[in-house]
T-cell receptor
Framework: QKEVEQDPGPLSVPEGAIVSLNCTYS??????FMWYRQYSRKGPELLMY????GNKEDGRFTAQVDKSSKYISLFIRDSQPSDSATYLC???????????????FGKGTLLTVNP | DAGVIQSPRHEVTEMGQEVTLRCKPI?????LFWYRQTMMRGLELLIY????????DSGMPEDRFSAKMPNASFSTLKIQPSEPRDSAVYFC??????????FGDGTRLSIL
């Protein structure tokens, strides 16, 4: 079983739709959870960062973590064509601190928002 | 602010040749990471430097790969000899202590 599983999609939605992106993981040591957005031919950029279980909201984006189910989600409200990108989940046991920092990434979900 | 700068952006070379990828981290960042991204395996950490010292190179696939960081503003990833299976996008990322990683735009490497 892979440490982090993510449906690669592709996912195609109309503009204005609510998008749900998900990852599951197997390593119970993971405590820090991130979502990165990667545009075509660009590097990943950090979108959301959460610690342990719970929700975090930032504008149109909401990240959810359910550690009991080992399941994380990213919701995008009122999706826009500019949201079209690959979304990567990432996790670590030690957060950003020193030598404990080691991100394990999902393979990414390709999202297209159609005008 | 200049982000992480990688060069070259694209590299095409023949099997057996030496390949050198370069990275300039964001000024003031003391951690540097090299990643490889492929369709099959996704994004994988190859090596992590902290204060110019290699801390974790467990992701380096084999002896053909080597990485150096001679100073705080420059790092190289070298493949010698290169093989077709090394074809991938290689990313460099940097961070400050306790802060998220910032990625460069990658080097797209094709080995023929």
């Amino acid at each position: 079983q892979k440490e982090v599983e993510q449906d690669p999609g592709p996912l195609s939605v109309p503009e204005g739709a609510i998008v749900s992106l998900n990852c599951t993981y197997s390593n119970s040591a993971f405590q820090y959870f991130m979502w990165y957005r990667q545009y075509s031919r660009k590097g990943p950029e950090l979108l959301m960062y959460t610690y342990s279980s719970g929700n975090k909201e930032d504008g149109r984006f909401t990240a959810q973590v359910d550690k009991s189910s080992k399941y994380i989600s990213l919701f995008i409200r009122d999706s826009q064509p500019s949201d079209s990108a690959t979304y990567l989940c990432a996790m670590s046991a030690g957060g950003f601190r020193g030598s404990n920092y080691k991100l394990t990434f999902g393979k990414g979900t390709l999202l297209t928002v159609n005008p | 602010d200049a982000g992480v700068i990688q060069s070259p952006r694209h590299e095409v070379t023949e099997m057996g040749q030496e390949v050198t990828l370069r990275c300039k981290p964001i000024s003031g960042h003391n951690s540097l990471f090299w990643y490889r991204q492929t369709m099959m395996r996704g994004l994988e950490l190859l090596i992590y430097f902290n204060n110019n010292v290699p801390i974790d190179d467990s992701g380096m696939p084999e002896d053909r790969f080597s990485a150096k960081m001679p100073n705080a503003s420059f790092s190289t990833l070298k493949i010698q000899p290169s093989e077709p299976r090394d074809s991938a996008v290689y990313f460099c990322a940097s961070s400050q202590e306790n802060q998220p990683q910032h990625f460069g735009d990658g080097t797209r490497l094709s080995i023929l």
